[in-house]
């Protein structure tokens, strides 16, 4: 089991168990670290307030990003590099608990930042299942409602659902 779902499913074993103390100093910062400073976690961000449903995705929360220069490349546009970053936060106000998902993609070959691609979303768990859902909007005017089951730290998700707005720019869409 990673730190982050150990911190997830027993928060006070950090403070328990003296033995692991010396390797776990990033995820729930109950034990601190004389040398390396870190700022105060935010609630959203507080594995020990995450929720049963939502044990199996601690591994997600966090601020993850890429400066580094993802690819693009597809037949009816020029190539392209861009950065991303993509957020989990737990949702502090939902009676459902469900992750914050957001994802925001720039282009990397500009000074300024411009905007390729941004998504708002949730993702549940169902309860003592493997099962997870993820609802997506997206700025292009894109709605959808996928589903997958987590396995070893990973989610393959499948499309269930698709809507767009009428007066989006029309992208294809196939079911594979």
Sequence with gaps: MNCALWVAHQPNRCEEDLKMLPFCRLSCRICGNNTLEFPDIEEKYDLRKTPPSLHKLAFLIGRWRSDFGGKADFPT????????????????????????????????????????????????????????????????????????????????????????????????????
Excluded at 99 to 114: P, Q, R, V
């Design 77 to 176: 546009i020029p190539k392209f590099t861009y950065g991303e970053e993509l957020d989990f936060s737990l949702s502090t106000v939902m009676k459902m608990p469900v992750l914050n998902y957001s994802a925001f993609a720039w282009d990397n070959s500009e000074h300024n930042l411009t905007e390729l691609h941004s998504e708002n979303g949730f993702i549940a768990g169902s309860p003592n299942t493997s099962l997870i859902s993820m609802n997506t909007v997206m700025s292009n005017g894109f709605v959808t409602i996928e589903e997958g089951e987590e396995k070893d730290k990973s989610i393959r998700f499948e499309l269930q659902r698709i809507g767009r707005i009428k007066f989006s720019r029309d992208l294809p869409v196939r079911r594979q």
